[in-house]
């Protein structure tokens, strides 16, 4: 897919890997439209992708309520004249045992991470059937792929999110809406400050312009997937469906390394 021209909502844009992929993507020609709860955030991250020839504008919106992703769309189309790419971007994480993550931030987890993307894309879909060869990108994460332990519900929503994207694939094959899923790794953004799990447990962390740098050509070559982390990941992956008893064995020797080291992790 030529991005120039390209009309992009990008949820969750203000920070982290969507206002690295709004930055990469506006280098690209593209017209963009980011979304956050936050307004002093929003506003910020609009002036700082501003450029000369640049078409970006933000909308202030919670996707995780009905109310927020109404006026998200609504926002984005009028803003932009319509929409050719949705990516869903905007999520949220709580770490820890699962017996100590309060009912609220499991809740959270489920209505921002899964609930939204699913019943955004919902509602994105006239605007981008209209577009026709239009995109929905689902920003799913590793963790969707191998279930972690501490992140038992963030694993629970990405893998979800990963396989409704799967699923809509199919559901619109043929129909003139594609359907990208990308699954970073730990990323060197905001939502892993407050994580102390670092290369020595396996978390190495990826600079976030590499992984928008990914996104795109992925959108460019119309792939189905992206899927972070190099040949190790993809080892460990194909060892998780192989031999899983293998990756028990692989979590439960630093297993309590890890949970020291995530047991802060927050960004909700």
């Known amino acids: 897919m030529d991005l120039t021209g390209k009309r ?41 992708l501003a450029q000369p020839g640049r078409d970006i504008s933000g909308v202030a ?10 006026a998200t769309i609504e926002g984005a189309t009028a803003k932009l004249g319509g929409l050719d790419i949705l990516v869903n971007n905007a999520g949220v994480v709580r770490a820890g045992r699962l017996e100590q993550v309060a009912e609220g931030d499991i809740r ?9 993307p699913i019943l955004l894309t919902r509602a994105a ?7 026709g060869n239009s995109l929905i990108v689902q920003v799913s994460s590793g963790i969707g792929l191998i279930g972690t332990p501490f ?36 990323t060197d953004t905001e939502m892993m400050r407050s994580s102390n799990a670092g290369a020595e447990l396996g978390w190495a962390r990826e600079p976030v312009s590499e992984v928008a740098n990914a996104i795109v050509v992925g959108i460019e070559t119309h792939a189905l997937e992206v899927i972070r982390g190099g040949e190790a990941r993809a080892g460990l992956i194909a060892l998780n469906r192989e031999d899983p008893k293998a990756v028990d064995q692989r979590y439960l020797a630093n297993r309590p390394a890890l949970e020291e080291a995530v047991r802060d992790h927050s960004s909700l």
Do not use: C, W
Request: aromatic share 6%; hydrophobic share 50%; glycine share 12%.
């Open 61 to 70: 919106a919670d996707v995780g309520t009905s109310e927020g992703r109404m």
């Open 125 to 131: 879909l006239p605007a981008l059937r209209q577009a």
């Open 151 to 186: 992140y038992t519900t963030y694993s629970a929503v990405k893998a979800g999110l990963a396989h409704f994207g799967e699923a809509l694939r199919r559901e619109l094959l043929g129909e003139g809406i594609y359907v990208l899923t990308v699954y970073p790794v730990a």
């Open 108 to 116: 959270t987890m489920v209505e921002v991470d899964l609930l939204a």
């Open 8 to 48: 992009v909502l990008i949820t969750g844009g203000s920070s982290g890997i969507g206002f690295a992929l709004a930055e990469a993507i506006l280098a690209k020609g593209a017209r963009v439209v980011i979304t956050g709860r936050r307004e002093e955030a929003l506003a910020k991250a609009v002036n700082d």
